[in-house]
């Protein structure tokens, strides 16, 4: 595997080579929620959400991404139900999501101990920060909550799991970490094709589907 001159200065500099290909990815992981958004028109929870889930994934491995798949799920599916439970107490917004990412933390550490307890090593020793970083959504899955609705949040939220699942697929792949290795500077295509996302005017592919109906009478 050829590495480029410019990552063997950042590594000399003692850059971890994991953080350079992590970096230089996430222009690639954003490029492709914007795409979703723009074209194909799968909203998720903004671009940051889907990015940071998708580097949140990669610290599952090699465990297997199927525990990252159950600690999103279980977030949400705690996250909703503890807002059903607290609505009748009429709190503020902050308190109850201190409260909310308080019953989903214990939630996780429960998960956890069920998964040692079950011999399920790669879910009791998931480290700590792609957990935190899960957590986290709460509080953008919440706020979506009282301000569109229990649908509208839920679908949000599968959709920013589809993205991030697509995204992880696309960093894990060996053949792009090689060509960003031995070509850093392909990441910098990413600027132009964002420009042209953001001049883009046409009708997105979901709003075909939506109105099919309607195309197929012309």
Known sequence: MSVHPLIDFFILQGVPL??????????????????????IGIKAFGIYTPSIVTFAFL???????????????????????????????????????????????LTTLTMLVIGGSFNRTGLASVSIFPLLIMITLVEKFIATQIEKGD??????????????LIGYAIVRYHVLIELIIAHPWVVLITLPINVWLGKWTGLRVMEYLRFRKIFDQN
């Not at 090699?62 to 909703?80: E, N, Q, R, V």
């Not at 649908?151 to 991030?164: N, V």
């Open 18 to 39: 994991d953080t350079i290909v992590l970096l230089l990815m996430l222009p690639i992981v954003a490029t492709l929620v914007a795409f979703f958004r723009q074209i």
């Open 59 to 105: 610290a599952f491995d090699p465990k297997g991404i199927k525990y990252g798949i159950a600690i999103f799920l279980s977030i949400i599916i705690t996250g909703m139900l503890s807002r059903i439970l607290l609505k009748h107490f009429r709190l503020l917004y902050l308190p109850r999501v201190a409260i909310t990412l308080t019953i989903v933390a």
């Open 151 to 164: 649908k509208t949040a839920t679908i949000l939220a599968l959709e920013t799991l589809g993205i991030s």
